[in-house]
């Protein structure tokens, strides 16, 4: 009998292991906020082995895992004010997503998300923002956030558009942390009902998210025992870096 014919088995394709572990790990690290913006390339390397589609539903349960080991690590460091504005525009972007899933290709908004984040990143890199530069304006920051909420939804993708409003803050990189550990948790956990809705969490999806399961909290124990170290320049410096490895492949995957 052919065991990974079964519904309920997980994928058994090596090759998906072999892109799958270190997309996860990625994203656990990710979660912690230490190399933030790498956790957006763990649906594009998973969708070398499968669809998009089917990516973002295996890394559903591990991101509610993640989620929740990060809010427990930086809980006392949440930045209150700042999750209450950006919480509800992030919930009106899932729910965009929900309604335009079926419409809109993911390939296509990962490649858009790409070429914002690259843009983000060459304005700051030629115009480099000086110390007593004022905040983003808010109804920027409203428009990322929907847009962050949206691309989340489609390709578990909104790191750059929220980090692109949230960095200009300058905040303490524990409480950054902490603020994107709180919001992606409520973004993550919103998805459930519409992911079932569109039929994305069926039981192959999920036995193969369980196979997986253990790299959850090793991620995001090696990224939070970093980001307590790590100088804050650096911090930012690395999250640039992940944004821009992000921006690149998701250029790559949407248009080429």
């Not at 790990?25 to 669809?51: E, H, Q, R, Y």
């Not at 919480?87 to 899932?94: K, R, Y």
């Not at 399961?213 to 650096?234: E, M, N, Q």
Request: no cysteine; proline share 8%.
């Amino acid at each position: 009998m052919d065991f990974a014919a079964l519904p309920f088995a997980p994928i058994a394709d090596p090759w998906f292991y072999a892109v799958a572990v270190p997309a996860v790990l990625l994203m656990g690290i990710s979660k912690s906020g230490f190399g933030s913006g790498f956790g957006s390339l763990a649906v594009p390397l998973m969708a070398l082995a499968v669809t998009v589609p089917q990516a973002a539903a295996i890394l559903m349960p591990l991101l509610l895992v993640m989620d929740v080991l990060g809010m427990a690590a930086f809980r006392k460091d949440l930045d209150r004010r700042l999750l209450a504005f950006l919480l509800p525009f992030a919930l009106l972007g899932t729910l965009l997503g929900t309604v335009l899933f079926r419409v809109v290709d993911a390939r296509l908004v990962a490649g858009v998300v790409g070429v914002v984040t690259l843009l983000f990143l060459a304005q700051r890199l030629l115009f480099p923002p000086r110390a007593d530069a004022p905040a983003p304006p808010r109804w920027v920051g409203a428009v990322l956030t929907v847009t962050a909420g949206f691309t989340s939804f489609v390709a578990h993708a909104g790191g750059p558009p929220v980090n692109a409003y949230v960095l200009p803050l300058r905040l303490r990189p524990v409480v950054f942390t902490a603020t994107m550990a709180f919001l992606f948790f409520a973004v993550n956990l919103s998805k459930w009902l519409p992911y079932a809705w569109l039929g994305l969490l069926d039981t192959r999806n999920f036995a193969t998210s369980l196979v997986l399961l253990p790299l959850a909290p090793l991620g995001v124990w090696i990224g939070v025992t970093l980001a307590r170290r790590i100088d804050a320049r650096l911090f930012y410096w690395l999250i640039h870096w992940g944004m821009g490895l992000t921006g690149v492949k998701l250029v790559w995957d949407g248009w080429f």
